[in-house]
């Protein structure tokens, strides 16, 4: 699965960035520092950067399983080895020795594709994981991987789909949709469909979704974050995050992150608009005085994910070494 | 002083209500209970049909339909089947059966007259069952206080009209226990998946004879196994895919059986990453059983169908192709050979052994012939391909032009069909299979300098890197 470089993603940039707003939240039902924070971080260790930047209390733990990427990434340590572990392992290994002995976690399973492999992953790890521990999973979605190039080969597509993902497809005889909303939506139920599975509402504890979000930088990708939690603490959970203006508490649809390319000119322009609650589009555009997208409709939604993300959105510049 | 003599009066040993109300419904799953209210409308079908002439129709259920819904605080399920004759209401609203009880609608499944009751009471307190049967048409109401009552084994009944006029059954349940409750409401999407699935698999002959199923508002669609059967077959093309075949009929039963292939088989490449990480969720591979066309097992892949027992194989990833599907159909309920509960197959019935050597017998056939071509997976694929995936239906209709031959076997009239699968016309003793690891990163270096593609198969690397240092060596 081929990816853009990832100085050039930025809707992941500003993926990245609410995991750590959401944090924030976290924090109030738990001491931060009592967490452990596990993920498969890539060549760059970009999350652990930016977790080590808001909350160096954290413990962090890398899981690679490239030789190459794993001196790449020892390169790339943003820290001291004492607040920073990185292993060399595949994922299935470590999760199958995983055993959270009480403590917290956080986990971000960011997978590039999309397999039940990823599902039984996930459902293994919300069986393993201690109370109040957050899981945030990434997966392919790209609803274009099921359409075949004439009718017989999307119907072959979609029955190895339906065969695929059968235990946790809401209606196991439902076609893909095909338009990029409606997948990541039929992703999300799916993986509520495991959640549900795993904990079920026989057992004490219970994962409630905090938030999710589908974006493309390339292909489609569909990323929901969640909390396992006593079914008895539920409703402290969702106080945590009530005011929150990205939280997803019920299963809602996936949230879009698709911010515009402003040049770092145009981004301070419109930071004297910003916050703007009400017709944020419409504001901005005027503010700017022209179109960035093919028409006024198009220009305004893309300002007003702006007006949305404008806070997460990280500056790329050009730098001297 | 002559000690006083205890008096033994006559014990009393009725049952206790509270028995059926709790006690019978603790070894039964949910799901299980929603389907003998299922069951209960299919043996409706049967009752209503009962007389009319509907052989050789390939749809004889359609127009028939159940609804299922559920909710945190109710769940209903209500039916067009013809309803419950008036006649029929000391079977079904008594707890068990009256043994002088006449049998009921030819090919129906019920046999203990406990589902309902016990579907209702495992779900909530309160239910009222609405029912028209032709003529008859009234209200059955449970509520709480009668399931407390000890004494009162009486439920009230009402003369009602059902508001669409048809003939059927809706019965509604609430009062829901809590345990249903959250499983309908915080388990909800889970629970319907569950629920579909189940449905798809026991009643896939059924819903494929034209019976609509719906939960939720969605109607359930299975997909029916396929066994790949070769029509072409000419005076020189004679070994091709078809299936392996048996019927017979005893006493009272009929048993059809067929089993083959649903796809080509497995590359070892295909089974080497299975076990790595399992690639579906769902599997056709495996037996099916099914009693009066409802599926009472489906896809075992266990000794209970014979896989692993007198030189069938264990299943193994390498025969996820090989399917097979037998039908017992008997008008007498009680000759089928399935358990109590309708979901699974009594594996002591003599009738069951008997039949499970067949399918032994056929299964031989098609593991047999996967291990022969299982290094040139590639030529049996075009094999494979070369026939056409039947439903069972198409497979019996097919049958009749089949030459069978006697079957040596205890079951009256047994007779089989046994085709001729290709084999290999030598044992190839002049190949052998290479097969080894490298890095993932070597195979993609060597790949990009061979193909100029880093994701080529790496078994096509691999071939690629052999025939080079043949014509070298043979330089």
């Known amino acids: 699965v081929k990816q853009p470089a990832y100085q050039l993603r930025s809707n992941k940039a500003v993926d990245r960035l609410t995991l750590i707003d959401g944090l924030k939240r976290v924090a109030k039902l738990a001491d931060l520092s009592e967490y452990a924070y596990y993920s498969l971080g890539g060549p760059y260790l970009e999350d652990f950067r930016l977790l080590y930047e808001f909350y160096p209390e954290i413990k962090m733990i890398s899981i690679e399983n490239n030789d190459e990427v794993y001196k790449r990434q020892r390169f790339h340590v943003p820290c001291h080895s004492d607040r920073l572990k990185l292993k060399r392992t595949d994922f299935k290994s470590f999760l199958a020795q995983y055993d959270a002995g009480g403590e917290k976690s956080i986990f971000w399973l960011d997978y590039l594709g999309l397999t039940y492999g990823h599902f039984e992953e996930f459902m293994t790890l919300l069986e393993k994981v201690s109370l109040n521990s957050v899981v945030k999973i990434t997966l392919r979605c790209e609803p274009s991987d099921y359409l075949g190039k004439d009718d017989t080969q999307t119907a072959q597509k979609i029955d190895e789909f339906q065969r695929e993902f059968e235990a946790v497809l809401p209606d196991p005889s439902a076609e893909p949709p095909s338009n990029f909303a409606d997948f990541a939506s039929l992703i999300q139920d799916m993986l509520q469909i495991a959640a549900q599975k795993t904990l079920s509402s026989s057992m004490a504890a219970k994962f409630i979704p905090i938030s999710s979000f589908r974006y493309a930088d390339g292909d489609g990708m569909f990323t929901l974050t969640g909390i396992v939690c006593l079914r008895s603490e539920e409703a402290k959970v969702r106080k945590a995050f009530h005011k929150w203006h990205l939280k997803n508490l019920n299963w809602g649809r996936p949230k879009i992150i698709d911010v515009p390319n402003l040049s770092t000119r145009e981004r301070l322009h419109l930071q004297r608009s910003l916050p703007c609650e009400k017709r944020a589009g419409r504001t901005l555009r005027l503010a700017l005085g022209y179109l960035i997208d093919k028409n006024i409709r198009r220009t305004e939604a893309k300002l007003r994910q702006y007006a949305e993300f404008h806070n997460y959105f990280p500056y790329f510049m050009k730098a001297i070494p | ?475």
């Not at chain 2, 002959?205 to 939960?215: A, E, L, N, Q, R």
């Not at chain 2, 396929?226 to 019927?247: A, G, M, N, Q, S």
């Not at chain 2, 896809?299 to 194989?313: I, K």
């Open chain 2, 1 to 475: 002083v002559q000690k006083e003599r205890q008096r033994y009066e006559p014990v009393n040993a009725a049952p206790v209500k509270s028995f059926f109300v709790h006690m019978l419904t603790r070894d039964i799953k949910l799901e299980d209970a929603i389907l003998d209210l299922l069951d209960n409308s299919v043996d409706g079908i049967l009752r209503a049909k009962a007389g009319k002439k509907t052989s050789g129709s390939k749809t004889p259920y359609a127009g028939y339909q159940a609804e299922i819904e559920f909710a945190k605080d109710s769940f209903t399920i209500s039916d067009n089947c013809g309803g419950i004759p008036w006649n029929l209401h000391d079977y079904a609203f008594r707890m068990g059966r009256m043994p002088d009880r006449s049998p009921d609608a030819p090919g129906s499944v019920g046999v203990y007259g406990i589902g309902m009751k016990r579907a209702i009471f495992k779900m909530g307190k309160r239910c009222l069952i609405s029912t028209q049967s032709g003529q008859n048409a009234y209200d059955v109401d449970i509520n709480p206080k009668w399931t407390d009552d000890e004494n009162d084994w009486f439920i009230p009944v009402k003369p009602a009209k059902r508001m669409d006029g048809q003939d059927g059954t809706t019965l509604y349940i609430g009062d829901l226990y809590e345990g249903i409750a959250s499983r309908f409401s915080e388990d909800a999407k889970a629970f319907k998946t569950e629920l579909e699935r189940m449905v798809a698999t026991n009643y896939v002959f059924i819903i494929d004879k034209g019976f609509k199923v719906k939960i939720n508002g969605d109607t359930v669609k299975p997909r029916p196994t396929r066994l790949i059967f070769d029509t072409k077959v000419t005076r020189t093309r004679k070994e091709v895919i078809r299936p392996y075949i048996f019927k017979a009929r005893s006493d009272g039963v009929e048993v059809f059986l067929a089993v083959g292939f649903t796809r080509p088989i497995p590359s070892q490449d295909e089974i080497a990453e299975d076990q790595e990480e399992k690639k579906y969720s769902s599997l056709e591979a495996g037996w099916t059983v099914i009693c009066n066309d409802r599926a009472v097992l489906y896809c075992d892949r266990t000794e209970l169908t014979g896989w692993g027992e007198a030189g069938v194989p264990r299943y193994h990833t390498q025969f996820i192709a090989i399917s097979g599907i037998v039908e017992f159909k008997a008008d007498d309920p009680s000759k089928l050979p399935t358990t109590t509960t309708k979901r699974g197959v009594d594996a002591s019935s003599t009738l069951f052994l008997q039949v499970k050597n067949k399918m032994r017998e056929g299964m031989r056939i098609f593991t047999n012939y996967t291990n022969k071509w299982k290094t040139r997976p590639e030529d049996s694929k075009k094999q494979i391909e070369a026939g056409e995936p039947l439903s069972f239906e198409d497979i019996k209709a097919k049958s009749e032009d089949l030459v069978f031959g006697p079957t040596k076997t205890s079951l009256s009239r047994g007779e089989q069909f046994y085709p001729e699968l290709p084999l290999p016309k030598r044992l190839q003793p002049n190949t052998r299979r290479i097969c080894f690891n490298r890095r993932v990163e070597e195979v993609e270096s060597v790949a990009e300098y061979l193909f100029e593609e880093a994701d080529t198969d790496p078994s096509e690397v691999g071939e690629k890197c052999f025939d080079l240092m043949l014509k070298e060596a043979l330089k």
